[in-house]
């Protein structure tokens, strides 16, 4: 507990005993000698040491022009109370208010610590390497391309490439995965994993500002701030509800009399017990609660969640469009063919391999991986890409065309087209036709084992999306039995798809697109779920997605949205509970049929019981 809960606490413990001892002498007929004013003082002592904050809060709130908020309404029905002569309803009406304040303070505390605990991933220090040797270094103080030492347990500080040592680094923290990863030199590293067991010397490939951990510190910091559609509109709700109720108290408490000619004093009391029932504090505090419950939920199992509102799409997702490499498939492509139309293989690939010589895309790599030679740069002039089929390149001065087919039909080479499975290359210099390299994937470890547990959870439509060949495409989908393949795409067509789906959605009904986060930007920004998968330290993933898979695990998804719809199912549990209950003791309230300890029970009991079922997700 922090300072002020337990001063708080101790306030709670001070007040109760006075005001359990009140009341046993009232009852015992012994304050009964005494004026009313008397009582009154009596009665005040426990009451303003455990609600002294509560009125002046509502003063400076009413000083502000912020007039109708709970502390507002609890000031003015145990005030009145008291101007009615029920001093220990009043007084214990404010001390039970504070008992749920205090438990909503606990439980808030309690969330957010989880994920701080979950999310314990800032490195303290860095072993930089100067001169005069190590030298433990401020993280943020470490410049781009220094070299790093991570000793055996330590945190991985900065992002960078292994230079020496090999070592087992554990990403649970960012991940959820319990099965370590292997580092050796030019294996990249993320900050806030931590070192196994062996020694590691890195080279900084980021700044302290722009590295993995605290990006994904600052977007957990920053969840809060994207509310769902449902906390809008309790805030919105609560807006008119406090003012609605408050008019209604003051007029159960005048009208009556005045018409019917009764008793003020009973009226008054009816007017007070409105007004404590009617404060919303079970829907203001565990609204709020389950979803960020349920973004610490996610965020243990490795999934980052930007907002409750991405939390809240993510449990109404009915259609899930795939892109194919890197998502559903390994994304390693390897070279597994070589069809020379003229000349060798050998001469094929070499071509190729320059042609493809600053390419960052995974088929280029995979041609110079098979090239396995170093590529004369100097013997390529200029390169252009050309996005979704492939590059027209100057290599030894002739003019290479290197990728689909459509790129070499509409630059005039006659071709015909492969019936190979796998990615198909075409390659031509000069306008002739030289031949095709053929470059396979393989489907991702648990894709199938993923797509099925989709369909249990509730997913509709499954649709992917590729740039690759019909035929490859299709095999893939088949695999993974897909309702939909569109195949032989340029990025803006996956955009065009995307409206077209979402258009055919129903209301209440959402969108996802899962993608690496490297190149899908855009289909990313444009559904109403952005899901980026495999992408752990991926920068494009991280401001692109509205989720973030953090490893490449494509069975965490349907893990992500059984906690998304978990989340909502006891938001939703939360408002129904605290709409009825309050509904049913206003109307008893006001017909003079529920006490005082009733009211309490409306407001604070209900409060609690929300608070305890928001708390779930921390248990998730």
């Known amino acids: 507990m922090t300072k002020k809960q337990k001063w708080t606490l101790c306030r709670i413990l001070v007040s109760a005993l006075l005001l359990i001892a009140l009341i046993v002498l009232d009852h015992a007929g012994t304050l009964a000698p005494l004026h009313r004013l008397a009582r009154l003082g009596l009665y005040l002592v426990p009451y303003l040491i455990i609600g002294w904050d509560i009125l002046r809060e509502a003063a400076e709130h009413v000083l502000h022009g912020q007039v109708f908020d709970e502390n507002f309404l609890m000031a003015v029905a145990t005030l009145a109370a008291f101007g009615i002569g029920e001093y220990p309803e009043a007084a214990s009406v404010m001390l039970l208010y504070q008992v749920g304040e205090l438990f909503q303070s606990v439980a808030v505390g309690r969330s957010r610590k989880s994920i701080a605990d979950m999310m314990d991933i800032v490195p303290e220090y860095a072993n930089l390497e100067t001169p005069e040797g190590l030298a433990e270094t401020d993280p943020d103080e470490v410049p781009v391309g220094a070299v790093i030492v991570v000793k055996p347990g330590e945190r991985i500080p900065l992002d960078g490439v292994v230079l020496e040592g090999e070592s087992l680094i554990d990403t649970a923290a960012l991940t959820g995965e319990s099965v370590p990863r292997t580092a050796k030199p030019g294996s990249e590293l993320i900050s806030g994993c931590v070192n196994g067991g062996g020694t590691l010397r890195v080279r900084t490939t980021k700044a302290y500002a722009d590295a993995t951990v605290t990006r994904i510190l600052e977007l957990v910091e920053n969840a809060s701030s994207r509310k769902a559609k449902t906390e809008n509109f309790i805030t919105r709700f609560a807006r008119w509800y406090t003012p609605i109720v408050t008019l209604g108290a003051v007029l159960l408490a005048v009208l009556p009399p005045l018409l019917l000619d009764r008793d003020w004093g009973e009226w008054i009391r009816r007017a007070c017990i409105f007004l404590v029932v009617s404060c919303p504090c079970a829907l203001v505090i565990s609204v709020p609660l389950g979803f960020f419950g349920g973004i610490g939920a996610a965020s243990r199992k490795g999934i980052l969640v930007k907002g409750s509102n991405y939390l809240e799409s993510l449990a109404r997702l009915s259609t899930l469009v795939f892109d194919k490499t890197g998502t559903v498939t390994k994304g390693e492509f390897k070279v597994r063919a070589i069809l020379p139309a003229v000349g060798s293989a050998e001469e094929l690939l070499e071509l190729a391999a320059h042609a493809e010589a600053f390419s960052n895309h995974p088929i280029a790599a995979s041609i110079r991986e098979a090239w396995d030679r170093p590529v004369g740069t100097g013997r390529v002039g200029s390169v252009e890409e050309s996005a979704g089929q492939g590059v027209i390149a100057q290599v030894d001065g002739k003019e290479v065309l290197l990728g689909s087919l459509r790129l070499l039909r509409e630059h005039g080479v006659p071709c015909r087209e492969s019936d190979r499975e796998g990615t198909l290359v075409y390659c031509a210099a000069d306008g002739q036709y030289l031949g095709l390299i053929v470059i396979a994937d393989g489907l991702k470890e648990g894709a199938e084992e993923a797509v099925a547990a989709l369909r249990t959870a509730g997913i509709q439509k499954t649709v992917m999306l ?155």
């Open 466 to 620: 590729t740039g690759d060949r019909r035929q490859s495409a299709e095999a893939f989908g088949k695999a993974l039995g897909l309702d939909e393949i569109h195949a032989e795409l340029l990025p803006q067509d996956k955009v065009a798809i995307v409206e077209q789906l979402l258009r055919k959605q129903r209301g209440g009904e959402t969108l996802g697109f899962v993608g690496d986060g490297l190149n899908d930007a855009p289909v990313l920004g444009r559904a109403d779920v952005g899901i980026a998968m495999g992408s752990l330290g991926s920068d494009a993933a991280i401001e692109a997605a509205d989720v973030v898979i953090m490893d490449d695990d494509l069975r965490k998804l349907p893990a992500g949205i059984s906690v998304a719809r978990k989340t909502l199912r006891i938001v939703k549990q939360n408002i129904a509970f605290a709409l009825a209950v309050k509904f049913a003791i206003l109307v008893l309230g006001a017909l003079g049929l529920a006490s005082m300890w009733l009211a309490v029970f409306g407001d604070v009991g209900v409060s609690i019981i929300a608070i305890l079922n928001s708390m779930r997700m921390l248990r998730e």
